[in-house]
């Protein structure tokens, strides 16, 4: 069986993105990883980047905020910053750390002089930033925890920005979460109960390229996701999309952004997205949005399922005057738009787009093409549960005018392991249920695999993939 179309699917574009880009403006720095498990092929990785930020302060105040922490470069470089006369504050989410000793633990230098708070935005949200803040300098920020498994495992992003405005905006958002007698606030506060509501929705100049900056949850002047959506749809004041929508997303269950990304296919956008594996259950947008001929996939960074793509980013309308990113900690979930703290910033810079856009190509063939969405053949196709263990079941609504089916299961290096030629109905829905194994019977191993179905019918012979993973628990 010929399977070299699929192969040419699972060729891993290893090229070095951690350089700055040459079109980047001057004031901005992006970076991605490129995770292989054990280290950052990408040189140096985002946590020695952190380590270059960080060791450029002296004598000033730093302030961090981020979800999780247990990176030793970045606990090693925090340290280093005391030891030159800076003043460090950190938050880190208590979900992660009710005391000191769960995240600075024997085998990670303790901070012991760094004055740490451990917050919960809300009983149900999180204190889900991923920021920090040279005083009066820059800000770093993007979709990267300070965390093993963020910097080796996890598809990430950082965008840094030199701007005194800026890092002011950021510096009060974080006093208000970390007050001291310093600050105008007495009681940190975070989620819903944070008021300095001017610090929201700002929008600011660097070197001439705009930016804009939310934090949530404020709702006024508009909520995050009210933000996005203007964006992608537009209104009286923004241009929304024309051409293209590509976005990467750790978790997309926002009814809402989803309503915006059809209404603007309606209108003529592409939309192509990839979603983190962990999020392909039950997913109504992800459905919705393959319905209507939007290419999403699902991506599990190929190493392993355990591994993320841990993004939060949207590219607008690349390689136009227009082009933006949409870039931050805030996934597309109403958690996110209304009981966690978290910040985004959309700039408009074709330079920066055409990087994210770059990096969205690359983990798009990745995680496989996506064949237009076809209501003449083959639809609704899906493989539960994902991961599969023991069984799974492979799912596909059929047009009346097919005659037959088959389904080929492909592992993640293009080799064909198992034919299915199963008893099908025309017209409805069909589940054929594989039991995890090959043709010869035997049990396949942990990893990603890809389902092919092929329909024929008396004019045309239609092909749909579906990606999914098999993971064996142990016993």
């Known amino acids: 069986m010929k399977t070299k179309w699929l192969k040419k699917l699972f060729i891993f574009f290893f090229f070095s993105v951690s350089c700055v880009y040459a079109d980047v403006p001057p004031g901005f720095e992006v970076y991605f990883n490129n995770p292989t498990g054990t280290q950052d092929a990408n040189s140096p990785g985002l946590d020695f980047r952190f380590k270059q930020?960080?060791?450029?302060?002296?004598?000033?105040?730093?302030?961090?905020?981020?979800?999780?922490?247990?990176?030793?470069?970045?606990?090693?470089?925090?340290?280093?910053?005391?030891?030159?006369?800076?003043?460090v504050y950190l938050i880190v989410s208590r979900t992660n750390s009710d005391i000191p000793s769960d995240v600075f633990g024997f085998n990670i230098p303790v901070l012991q002089q760094i004055k740490i708070r451990y917050e919960k935005a809300s009983p149900s949200g999180l204190m889900h930033n991923k920021f920090c803040v040279l005083k009066d300098s820059s800000v770093w920020t993007g979709s990267w925890n300070t965390t093993e498994n963020c910097t080796f495992k996890n598809n990430n992003n950082v965008v840094i920005m030199?701007?005194?405005?800026?890092a002011k905006i950021y510096e009060n958002e974080f006093n208000e979460m970390f007050p001291r007698p310093s600050t105008t606030t007495t009681a940190g506060v975070f989620g819903s109960h944070k008021t300095l509501i001017t610090n929201n929705g700002k929008t600011e100049y660097i070197n001439g390229v705009k930016v804009k900056i939310y934090f949530s949850p404020y709702s006024s002047p508009m909520r995050t996701n009210t933000a996005i959506i203007n964006e992608i749809k537009g209104n009286n004041q923004i241009t929304g999309a024309l051409e293209k929508i590509n976005f990467c997303h750790f978790?997309?269950?926002?009814?809402?952004?989803?309503?915006?990304?059809?209404?603007?296919?309606?209108?003529?956008?592409?939309?192509?997205?990839?979603?983190?594996?962990?999020?392909?259950?039950?997913?109504?947008?992800?459905?919705?949005?393959?319905?209507?001929?939007?290419?999403?996939?699902?991506?599990?960074?190929?190493?392993?399922?355990?591994?993320?793509?841990?993004?939060?980013?949207?590219v607008i309308d690349p390689f136009t005057a227009k082009a933006r990113v949409i870039t931050g900690s805030h996934n597309w979930s109403e958690s996110a738009n209304e009981q966690n703290d978290e910040n985004t910033v959309i700039i408009y810079s074709t330079g920066i787009a055409k990087l994210f856009y770059e990096e969205f190509q690359r983990l798009y063939s990745r995680a496989g093409p996506v064949t237009t969405y076809s209501k003449k053949a083959i639809e609704n196709v899906a493989v539960y549960p994902s991961p599969a263990s023991d069984r799974t079941n492979i799912g596909f609504e059929l047009s009346s005018s097919v005659n037959s089916v088959e389904i080929t299961i492909y592992n993640v290096t293009g080799t064909p392991i198992k034919e299915i030629l199963p008893d099908f109905v025309?017209?409805?829905?069909n589940e054929v249920v594989w039991n995890c194994d090959n043709d010869a019977g035997e049990k396949v191993a942990s990893g990603l695999y890809i389902a092919k179905i092929k329909a024929v019918t008396p004019d045309k012979t239609?092909?749909?993939?579906?990606?999914?993973?098999?993971?064996?628990v142990a016993k």
Do not use: W
């Open 53 to 87: 930020y960080v060791d450029a302060a002296s004598d000033t105040e730093i302030y961090a905020a981020f979800f999780d922490i247990n990176n030793t470069t970045v606990t090693a470089a925090l340290n280093s910053a005391l030891n030159r006369g800076c003043t």
């Open 162 to 166: 030199r701007s005194t405005s800026i």
């Open 251 to 314: 978790s997309f269950s926002s009814d809402d952004i989803r309503e915006s990304l059809l209404f603007a296919m309606q209108k003529g956008v592409s939309v192509c997205g990839v979603l983190d594996m962990t999020s392909a259950d039950n997913n109504e947008e992800y459905v919705a949005l393959r319905a209507a001929g939007a290419a999403v996939s699902f991506n599990t960074n190929v190493k392993s399922v355990t591994y993320k793509l841990h993004h939060k980013f949207a």
């Open 426 to 429: 025309p017209g409805i829905y």
């Open 462 to 472: 239609v092909f749909k993939t579906e990606k999914f993973a098999v993971l064996k």
